[in-house]
């Protein structure tokens, strides 16, 4: 989808190009091994697609990264910034 939206035709009609960031959710740390293969999938699909600003920083779209907490997932409560939070979380 983000290629689509880099295209050639599409960049003409905006009058610009368009970044996109791309990130990755609900990665669940205690199943290791497939997180893993996940991030190297990940990265090698989308991390040569990163805008400037991430390179000048030395960051990638890994580093956005939001973690599935399965506590958070059976109600409405914020997880970031709980008092009860899981590292990572901010």
Do not use: H, Q
């Amino acid at each position: 989808m983000a290629n689509a939206f880099t295209r050639p035709e599409i960049e003409k009609i905006r009058g610009r190009p368009l970044e996109s960031v791309v990130v990755p959710t609900r990665v669940d740390n205690s199943e290791i091994t497939a997180r893993n293969k996940f991030e190297a999938e990940f990265n090698s699909t989308v991390g040569g697609a990163v805008p400037a600003i991430f390179r000048r920083l030395k960051k990638t779209f890994w580093d956005l990264r939001i973690p599935y907490v399965p506590k958070y997932g059976y109600s409405e409560m914020l997880a970031i910034g709980a008092p009860d939070k899981r590292c990572g979380l901010g």
